[in-house]
């Protein structure tokens, strides 16, 4: 794991869960995390649900604080195993479009 994709790491896993209370690292909702290309970081996280009513809320939040780490220019986020998967990454990401 690159130097960069160990700080999304520590970043997104410090992530609160609004209904836990509990950290996305305790949560173990963070999967992959790599750095693609110089700068940018592909985020693969699993909601504690297939069907969470707050994936996409989760999703944001960790592109956001993944695009405040210095060195960071493009991040996309995928929610892996939710029922509305396709969707989420459409909307969180949609400077790839």
Sequence with gaps: MSNLAEMVRE???????????????EMRLLEEIQEVAPGV???NFRPSSPICPIALKLAMDI??????????????????????????DALVNTEDQ
Aim: proline share 2%; aromatic share 2%.
């Design 63 to 88: 592109r956001q604080a993944v695009l405040e780490i210095e060195g960071v220019s493009k991040v996309r986020v995928h929610c892996v195993g939710h029922r509305m998967q396709e969707k989420m």
């Design 11 to 25: 970043r997104a896993g410090r992530l609160v869960d609004p209904e836990t209370g509990m950290t996305f690292k």
């Design 41 to 43: 970081v592909e985020v």
